[in-house]
């Protein structure tokens, strides 16, 4: 039976796919059969007629993970907005079923699945007559518990707050929070202190700067993820799929 985590930012550009990157690489440099997956991805780079989805293809480098983006990433798209409006303009509907059967097959191959939300916990997948299907409901879906990516800064209380108790109040299973981009100061340490107090969920990873990402230095997500997680702790915020 694989087991599997869902990360959730607090918003979107929060470092969910950095820190996801690093939580595959700390599995896989073990010897863990773990794979990443994302059900639809929005702002995709267009590299002649073909659209490379660009957290698939940060994680599956940083990670060595080598399998077929098609198969880890349903749906890609071109434009940098909600999954549901991008389906709309591209005219590419999102379908549930093929985002469960990439899923299942994913869950045949592998120990471990880690699985990348897009935008925030309310971000629209699918608006479809009366109903809208959020990330929430397909983590409900899938069956899945979650860690929540963070900021330290300015603001992150009531992000971070908010996004636990919505995440609750469907149901589902917060294991940590992490926070990214981490600097060791007296606000950053308030927050997660109040952040604690007020949620009961314990912040499992403080990730740090990592310098001259934007240049491509990839190495280092590698070197501050295994500094600060390990193979067991990852797998105990792990439920069966
Ligand atoms: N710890 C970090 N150190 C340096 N840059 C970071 C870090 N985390 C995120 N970034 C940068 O911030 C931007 C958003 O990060 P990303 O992981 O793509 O966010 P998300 O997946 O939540 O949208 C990217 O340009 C990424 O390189
Ligand atoms: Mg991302």
């Known amino acids: 039976m694989a087991k599997g985590i869902f990360v959730v930012g607090t918003d979107t550009d929060v470092g969910k796919t950095v820190v996801t ?14 794979t990443y997956f994302k059900g639809a991805l929005s702002g995709a780079i267009e590299e002649g007629n073909k659209l490379i989805p660009g957290d698939t293809d940060l994680v599956s480098q940083v990670s060595g993970l080598k399998e077929p983006y098609e198969n ?11 999954p549901h409006l991008a389906a709309q303009i591209e005219d590419n509907p999102i379908e549930l079923n093929i985002i469960k059967a990439k899923f299942e097959k994913l869950k045949e191959k592998y120990d471990f699945i880690i699985t990348e939300g897009s935008g925030g916990i309310i971000c629209p997948l699918i608006n479809r007559d009366e ?20 900021r330290g800064g300015v ?9 636990v108790k919505y995440i609750e109040s469907m ?14 100061n007296y606000i950053t340490q308030d927050n997660i202190k109040v952040i604690g107090k007020l949620t ?11 310098d001259n990402l934007d240049k491509g230095n990839i190495d280092n997500i590698r070197t501050v993820a295994s500094r600060i997680f390990n193979d067991k702790s990852i797998i105990e915020w792990m439920e069966e799929l």
């Open 21 to 34: 990157a690093g939580l595959l690489h700390v599995l896989r440099s073990k010897g863990h059969r773990a």
């Open 72 to 82: 880890i990433t349903p749906y890609i798209f071109k434009t940098a907005i909600s």
């Open 131 to 150: 109903e809208i299907y959020t990330l929430g409901d397909l983590i409900k879906d899938l069956n899945m518990s979650t860690v929540v990516v963070a």
């Open 155 to 163: 603001g992150t209380i009531n992000h971070t707050v908010l996004t």
């Open 171 to 184: 149901g589902i299973k917060v294991k940590g929070i992490i926070i990214n981009n981490y600097e060791d």
């Open 200 to 210: 009961g969920i314990s912040i499992v990873g403080k990730f740090k700067t990592i």
